[in-house]
């Protein structure tokens, strides 16, 4: 079975741009969540998505956005880009039916998309 | 609010060495547990996970358990090898989202 992709690998832009990160996740999975990983910050939790449903949000400005399509494939948006922007973000899916933190769901990550603001 | 605590790397170890890598868990209730894997350059890949007090998880070697009483869950490997130079990452699960460690890098050396 295919694992999490996520499209495209690196990018880079420049302050003011904005960008669009894609993710697929493992046949079957519904559950699509986003995470920032920095060097100063460690990772930290963007948003989740369940049958094209924001289902939990993260604490980041809304120039993050993201949404779900039928298909469960995600994609988020970062408008007007920052420096501080500059991270590696991660996908990760899940079945998404049962409770995460009571064990009945794991989740599985993908390789992240690396974005530099220059 | 839930948080997770884990040691300050790098460690470094000499092959065969055993390994520990310290985590500890501030949380609401008992929440799932987990250890994530990140080699250079890639995502995470899921290490093992435990669902309940005194669970232990394990593969590949590794294992940890899920420890209530001091709010631990200590990754250990009996004998480390080169290929298992990586970042560690200790994570509790909270509603649909994981809250991650800061991560412990760990360097083995032939």
């Known amino acids: 079975k295919a694992g999490v992709t996520q499209t495209p690998r690196y990018l880079i832009k420049t302050r003011g741009q904005q960008v669009t990160l894609s993710c697929s996740p493992i046949s079957g999975h519904r559950s699509v969540s986003w995470y920032q990983q920095t060097p100063g910050q460690g990772l930290q939790f963007l948003f989740e998505y369940f049958s094209e449903t924001q289902r939990n949000k993260g604490n ?5 956005s ?3 399509f039928s298909n469960s494939r995600s994609e988020m948006n970062v408008s007007t880009l920052e420096l501080g922007d500059s991270a590696l973000y991660l996908c990760a899916s899940s079945l998404g039916g049962a409770d995460l933190a009571g064990g009945g769901d794991t989740q599985y990550f993908g390789p992240g998309t690396r974005l530099t603001v220059l | 609010g839930n948080s997770v605590t884990q040691m300050e790397g790098p460690v470094t170890l000499s092959e065969e060495a055993f390994l520990t890598i310290n985590c500890t868990y501030t949380a609401t209730g008992y929440p ?3 250890w994530y894997v990140q ?3 890639e995502g995470l ?3 093992l996970k435990a669902t309940k007090a005194d669970d232990k998880g394990s593969n590949k070697g590794f294992e940890a358990t ?4 001091t709010t631990s869950f ?3 490997k009996g004998s480390v090898q080169v290929s298992d130079s ?3 990452f200790c994570a509790l699960a909270g509603f649909q989202k994981l809250v991650f460690g800061t991560g412990t890098r760990l360097l083995v050396s032939p």
């Open chain 1, 66 to 68: 993201g949404r779900q």
């Open chain 2, 45 to 47: 890949q899921l290490l």
């Open chain 2, 86 to 88: 990586a970042v560690y």
């Open chain 2, 32 to 34: 799932s547990l987990f």
């Open chain 1, 60 to 64: 980041f400005p809304g120039r993050f």
């Open chain 2, 39 to 41: 080699y250079p350059g």
């Open chain 2, 66 to 69: 899920y420890r209530k009483e």
């Open chain 2, 74 to 76: 200590h990754l250990e």
